[in-house]
């Protein structure tokens, strides 16, 4: 398998994350790509121009965070989703989504992006998304996946990129998010 990514992308991170922890690490072949200079390799397998793409070893091309983790979770044996996993993976990606678009807004725009209407609406969304995952039990799971890599995913990205977010009110966060980040998938694909 080839894992189509680069350093500082949250979605790539997660898959990468979630790669390993079902236990494809030697199996996956990484290859650096830059989505900003329409990477001929990335554009062959992702003709949307994102990072990560996931080619299988039967040479299919798959794309988009969520479905390449559920593949990756599916493939490693891991177990039937439920419904509360599938929330949290959800309310995982939307914190990426939003702190992401957050991120490329201010580099393309400005700082004055975050004082547009959806400037607002992002930062809004980031911390509602907070207040919820702070809220919610499943963080507390033993069994992890990838709904809970995509959290904390989030989360460190959140202090990477933004981290004027101060998010460390949330006590259950950063006892999960020093949890997981203390995990080798963790460590092995920190930002950069």
Known sequence: MQLLLNQT?????AARVTALEAGFGARLTLVWSDPWNDDPTLLTANPGNKVP???TDEGLALSETLLICVHLHQL???SPLA???LQLAGLGQG???AAFG???ARKH???AQDDSVLGARRLAAIDRLLARLAETSTLDAQDLDFSHYLVAVGLDYLSFRLPEIDWSAHGRLVAFHQRLTARPSFSATTFQ
């Open 109 to 111: 725009g400005g700082a």
């Open 102 to 104: 957050t991120v490329i």
């Open 9 to 13: 992308s949250p979605y790539a991170r």
């Open 53 to 55: 793409a996931l080619i």
């Open 95 to 97: 914190l990426i989504d």
């Open 76 to 78: 490693g044996g891991g």
């Open 83 to 85: 419904a509360e996993r």
